[in-house]
């Protein structure tokens, strides 16, 4: 008999789910019984299977509104559901499935999954004045990290963040996403000397310090073009950023994952100057297209980037250093070919199926089960 699985999630959903998406899911459903409480795109949005808190009228409240409602959500799906687990997706769905549980004396494990520093919520990313509650939000964290019933991480950098609270993760293994637009053989990489950003435009993402290095970048090569793939709050700065380079900036709010691929291929390097990252999902997709990061040593990212192999890697926060790692690769062509054929060879170790992954989810929702 398949477990029971409530999953619960920040991240945002439309019906009907993508192809993508669905191949994840399809193979979850092999495995699990599951259902999903997670934000919608839409107004209403929801079936048998998904739950979606619509978006909050006032977009800036979107947040708020979400994790306020989130503890009464989960307990009704407790009720009509009785899950054996619920699995949360950051330690603050995590705080308000605790609350939900206690509350309707369910009997449901927590299976908490750590994909990032958790952090980085309260510092690096949305309104400012998360900073006010950040230290509370980290606290928070901790308890919550210390509750579970037990916990996945997906790469060393995460693990690290539970062992330091001496919890020690169930299991470590990367969230599933579909390749398929990456899997085709890579273009040649492209004799103009052309870098590429993709990524929300967040403070966590340091937009200032990209903004920063690709002027110094613009005077010393002159001939070297960036193209920016993201939406976010820091998109003043980018827009300053094209309107004084015009001829060596472009900016694109945002593609499908057919022309992210296509935006590698015509780029000569990836660049992620983040203050935090989890594993960054785009730094896999470049590998896949055979195309080198150049990448503050931040968070996760040195899990995939090992410098001088499949990329370079500065100090987070020093753009000087991201200029001159930045100028290094687009103009040295012999050291360029070498760090793009480290990324394809590194690519085959961030493959999964999606039948791979269900199994891997399924091991460790039967742990959580059995722990005491």
């Known amino acids: 008999m398949k477990p029971r699985v409530l999953f619960v999630a920040r991240s945002r959903y439309r019906l009907p789910l993508s192809p993508s998406m669905r191949r994840k899911w399809d193979a979850l459903a092999d495995e699990l019984d599951f259902r999903v409480l997670a934000s919608g795109a ?24 979400f994790y306020g409602s989130l503890p009464s959500r989960v ?25 939900a549980i206690a509350a309707t004396r369910s009997r449901a494990r927590l299976l ?19 900073l006010a509650i950040s230290p509370l939000a980290d606290r928070l964290a901790h308890v919550v990290v210390r509750r579970a019933n037990a916990v996945r991480t ?16 169930a299991a470590v293994f990367t969230t599933f996403f579909d390749s398929t ?7 040649p990489l492209p004799d103009e000397p052309r870098a ?15 903004a920063a290095a690709w002027r110094d970048v613009a005077r010393r090569v002159p001939e070297a073009r960036l193209q920016v ?14 309107g004084d380079l015009p001829g060596q900036v472009s900016w694109t709010s945002a593609v499908p994952p057919d022309e992210v691929a296509a935006a590698l291929d015509d780029a000569c390097v990836l660049v992620l100057p983040s203050f935090s990252e989890g594993l ?30 499949n990329g370079l890697l500065v100090p987070p926060g020093d753009s000087g250093a991201l200029a001159d790692a930045l100028v290094r690769v687009l103009t040295d062509r012999a050291l360029l070919e070498r760090l793009a054929a480290g990324a394809a060879a590194s690519s085959a170790r961030w493959r999964q199926s999606p039948e791979g992954f269900a199994a891997r989810m399924r091991a460790v929702v039967d742990e959580t089960i059995a722990a005491p």
């Not at 107004?43 to 808190?53: D, H, I, M």
């Not at 908490?112 to 998360?130: I, K, N, Q």
């Not at 590429?196 to 990209?210: D, M, Q, S």
């Not at 709050?233 to 980018?238: F, S, Y």
């Open 181 to 187: 637009a990456f899997d085709a053989p890579p273009a």
């Open 229 to 242: 793939i993201g939406r976010g709050r820091d998109t003043a700065t980018v827009e300053q950023l094209v």
């Open 112 to 130: 908490l999954e750590v994909h990032g520093d958790w952090s980085t919520a309260g510092r690096f990313y949305g309104s400012r004045a998360r």
């Open 280 to 309: 960054p999902r785009v730094a896999m997709e470049a590998f896949y297209r055979a195309r080198p990061v150049v990448a503050s040593r931040a968070g996760g990212i040195p899990d995939i980037v090992v410098d001088g192999e």
């Open 154 to 169: 997906v790469a060393p950098f995460t693990s690290g963040l539970v062992r330091g609270l001496d919890v020690e993760p």
């Open 75 to 99: 307990a009704s799906e407790l009720r009509r559901f009785d899950p054996e687990v619920v699995v949360a997706q950051s330690p603050y769905e995590a705080a308000c499935a605790l609350l």
């Open 42 to 65: 839409d107004q209403g949005a929801s079936n048998g299977v998904f739950r979606l808190v619509p978006p909050a009228r006032v977009r800036a409240l979107d947040g708020v509104a």
């Open 196 to 210: 590429l950003f993709v990524g929300v435009l967040e403070r966590y993402k340091n937009v200032a310090g990209l």
